[in-house]
């Protein structure tokens, strides 16, 4: 598969792209974790789609994190880096704070986004179904948090074995990033659910059902809010759908990009 590395400069930000793929453009936006090298499930996107991803601010190789104070300031971001692409209405497939920043830059600049797929999104401040907190230090803690089977091998290998593993200091890069815009709030913007009803475009939710990080709560009221929603719920799968349910997710988000 064709697979190409880029330096973008962003409004003054170094932004990492990697573009796999061929076919029509799809916008990725990866999600806390920091999936910023392609994975299966990107690959599965690729088969159909240029699946264009780039890393936000402060994530993988991406500078500029010291101009990001908000979600909001995340958005402009993307505002910036689908205008330096030539992109508009372009399909969405996003993650967690990624489906967060995709619904964010909807709000926007309506005329930049086009079909969604929101899996297991943050943003919504729900009553009475709290987030988790994220930002703990355990490795163990965190499997249990993110994956349905926190013994499975996806579960396993997803996270440094130790502060040792070459993996660590982007996953500290990736964690300081997300506090940026998610520590207080608390990875949610209190006034999005108002603005729901303005993104009017045809939206997919996928949720785990077991997703203990964003309960399934969540996922049912931006569908319940979104003018033009579904929702797709995953059985024996937590919050990291694209890993737990490769396969499954993919094919979701595939066939609901082909019918709009």
Known sequence: MKIENKTLNIAGKKTQLTILGEGPPLLYLHSAGGETEPIAFHHKLAEKYTVY????????????????????????????LLGELNLENVPVV?????????????LIRPNLIGPMVMIAAAGLHVDGSPMEELFIDSFDKLRELLFFDPSSKQAIDYFPADTNDPRILMWLRAREATARVG?????????LA???????SPVQVIWGRHDKLIPLA????????????KLTVLEEC???????KTDEAAAIALDFLGST
């Open 183 to 191: 520590w207080n709030p608390y990875l949610h913007d209190p006034k």
């Open 218 to 229: 969540h996922g049912e009221y931006y569908t319940q809010h979104l003018p033009n929603a």
């Open 53 to 80: 991803l780039p890393a936000h601010p402060g994530f993988a190789l991406s500078e500029g994190l010291d101009h990001i104070d908000d979600i909001h300031d995340l958005a402009w971001h993307y505002v910036d």
């Open 194 to 200: 108002g603005h729901l009803h303005r993104l009017d």
């Open 94 to 106: 996003s993650y967690s704070l990624g489906a967060w920043t995709a619904a964010e830059v909807k």
């Open 238 to 244: 937590g919050h990291m759908v694209p890993y737990e």
